[in-house]
């Protein structure tokens, strides 16, 4: 634990990093996990073996394995092997003052909150910039990527990447 963490009624387990500046507070850090520079970790439960480079990670539960770059995971269910990337939201609030509405047995159902995170299921990688909205549930296995009129396919001279697709037009 470097010397400029901050770290208040959290069990922190063996083996585990938590870089300058990082805050670990009312947390649980699973064995061998590593909390960068700077990450905020408030509330929530960080599974064994996770890597959290970047953000704020609060109310919410990574299983173990899972890696995140993105600026906020809040009230959030993240399985294990996950990938949360870069500029990936996992939106938690209905700015329209109504309730979250929730998918059970494939009905749609009041939560009854107007605040509640996103579930991603075990081996979901999100790439940069994907949005989840609040409530909703991304099934195991499923890897996302942003559309492709928000990807930059190729280069300014018009020549196409190796091992990148040309944008249709």
């Not at 990670?57 to 906020?72: G, K, Q």
């Not at 995971?73 to 294990?80: D, M, N, P, Q």
Request: charged fraction near 15%; include cysteine; glycine fraction near 14%.
């Amino acid at each position: 634990i470097h010397p400029t963490a901050y770290v208040e009624g959290s069990v922190i387990g063996d083996g585990v990093a938590v870089g300058a500046g990082a805050v670990v507070r009312e947390s649980v850090i699973g064995e061998g996990s590593f909390i960068g520079n700077g990450v905020i970790v408030e509330e929530s439960v960080v599974g064994e073996g996770s890597t959290i480079l970047n953000g704020h990670i609060l109310y919410s539960v990574l299983y173990p394995h899972s890696f995140s770059v993105a600026e906020m995971v809040s009230a959030s269910l993240v399985g294990r092997d996950t990938f949360v990337g870069l500029n990936s939201t996992l939106t938690d609030f209905r700015l329209d003052g109504k309730n979250v509405i929730v998918l059970r047995n494939g009905v749609a159902v009041d939560s009854g909150n107007t605040f509640l995170g996103s579930c991603l299921g075990h081996g979901v990688y999100l790439g940069s910039g994907c949005i989840v909205a609040p409530g909703r549930s991304v099934p195991c296995g499923l890897h996302l990527a942003a559309s492709k009129d928000k990807t930059i396919w190729e280069s300014s001279n018009g020549q196409v990447q190796k091992d990148f697709r040309l944008v249709e037009k």
